[in-house]
């Protein structure tokens, strides 16, 4: 079954480096997003992406954060300076255009120390 | 406001007794509700949505628009249950994306 993929798993940096969570969605699908969860804390959305664009963004997504489609099958979100606030499990998912669901990946857990 | 509450943060429950999950929503239009579920150390996975009207391993969950209410229900829990369970709205008119509104999750714990 295919499946949304996250690499690292687990990423630890200091603050004020720049970090890239990567992601591989499944290979048809066309939108793609990031969502992250603070610890104790909801899922929340960051952004949405179609068409090689943003499609939507919430506030929380400002501009220290990017994504990027650079190859046709990596989405990638790049969080220029990292804040201790940052830290948090970062997950990615994809979804067809004709599909009732999105797909999660398994997370990234970011530490920002 | 567009939101979605789940009351409790966890919920424990003997194997074999009943369970709901409880999940409000607020949102002035004609959302789809959804529940994840999130077992140990895996992934978020669609466990049910409202507009399929499916019973996915004896989960159900039923809109209630006049309550706002998209609770989930067994009526036997079992010991691989336990797991993270996440209610979530996808706003109308976002067809094809899923900009989902979680709730903060109920923690199910079945005991033994």
């Known amino acids: 079954e295919p499946e949304v993929t996250q690499t690292p798993s687990h990423q630890v940096t200091q603050m004020g480096q720049e970090v890239i969570l990567r992601c591989v969605p499944i290979s048809n699908h066309l939108y793609f997003y990031w969502y992250r969860q603070i610890l104790g804390q909801k899922v929340e959305f960051l952004v949405s992406f179609y068409n090689n664009e943003i499609s939507e963004k919430s506030e929380i997504f400002d501009d220290q954060f990017s994504v990027e489609r650079p190859d046709g099958s990596n989405f990638t979100l790049k969080i220029r300076s990292t804040k201790l606030e940052d830290s948090a499990m970062y997950f990615c998912?994809?979804?067809?255009?004709?599909?009732?669901?999105?797909?999660f990946g398994q997370g990234t857990r970011l530490t920002v120390v | 406001a567009q939101r979605v509450t789940q009351p409790e943060k966890l919920l424990s429950v003997f194997k074999g007794a009943p369970v709901e999950l409880k999940c409000n929503y607020s949102?002035?239009?004609?959302?789809?509700l959804f529940w994840y579920v999130q077992y140990s150390r895996q992934r978020l996975q669609l466990l049910l949505r409202?507009?399929s009207r499916e019973s996915i391993k004896g989960f159900t969950a039923d809109l209630n628009k006049g309550e706002t209410s998209f609770h989930l229900k067994k009526p036997f829990a079992q010991e691989e249950d336990s797991a993270m369970y996440y209610c979530a709205l996808k706003p109308q008119g976002t067809s094809g994306t899923y900009k989902y509104i979680f709730g903060t999750g109920t923690r199910l714990k079945v005991l033994a």
């Open positions: 998912a994809s979804s067809s255009q004709m599909a009732t669901e999105a797909f």
């Open positions: 949102y002035s239009g004609s959302p789809e």
């Open positions: 409202h507009i």
